[in-house]
């Protein structure tokens, strides 16, 4: 798993993806992310009901720190996310990586250029990472705040459509591919 600076010779693009300006993609990546969440919470619904997020039997502060607890995670784990694809970057050598946030995306990205499996490992560290760490979590924490957490973990899952839609996409291309991440799209390079 390696970055390149620059571009080695004998590659070309062969794909591109920019989820501000290629509407078509962004749709089916929302779309995911949608069906992701609808198959995450339906069937967890009965296995803890969500009307526990709700229950004031505890007290009406009680259920406002929940909500504001939420709040406060839903964006910490917004730049989490992010930062573990930046650790992940610079993991692959890369030496400078850029934060942002469009409005609609929150992004880490390089002027790098990685190799498939680099890239891969780049995509899903989060997905993985918190996925695990949320499971865990979820497994100790009361029926009352178990959809406090669980909704971070339908962030973190349904959040990363667009990663797994890369990691599927890019793992049916050639293996010489190197791709480059630019935060809000990429490019992906071949010699074949």
């Not at 509407?23 to 969440?37: D, G, W």
Request: hydrophobic share 55%; glycine share 6%.
């Amino acid at each position: 798993m390696k970055s390149f600076e620059n571009l080695p010779n004998g590659y070309n693009e062969i794909y591109a993806v920019d989820l501000q300006k290629n509407k078509k993609v962004a749709l089916f990546v929302n779309m995911l992310a949608i069906i992701i969440a609808v198959l995450l919470t339906v069937p967890m619904c009965f296995v803890v009901p969500i009307f526990n997020l709700f229950s004031m039997e505890s007290g009406m502060q009680n259920y406002i720190i929940r909500f504001a607890v939420l709040m406060v995670l839903i964006i910490l784990y917004m730049l989490l996310h992010e930062l573990v694809h930046g650790i992940a970057m610079k993991i692959c050598g890369t030496k400078k990586v850029k934060y942002g946030f469009t409005g609609l995306y929150a992004f880490a990205g390089s002027t790098d250029y990685y190799d498939k499996t680099a890239y891969i490992f780049i995509a899903l560290a989060p997905v993985v990472l918190w996925g695990i760490v949320l499971a865990v979590v979820n497994l100790f924490v009361s029926d009352e705040w178990f959809w406090v957490v669980y909704i971070i973990q339908i962030s973190n899952l349904s959040g990363a459509a667009g990663d797994l839609f890369v990691t599927v996409k890019f793992s049916r291309l050639p293996s010489d591919i190197l791709i480059q991440d630019y935060g809000v799209g990429m490019k992906v390079f071949s010699k074949e």
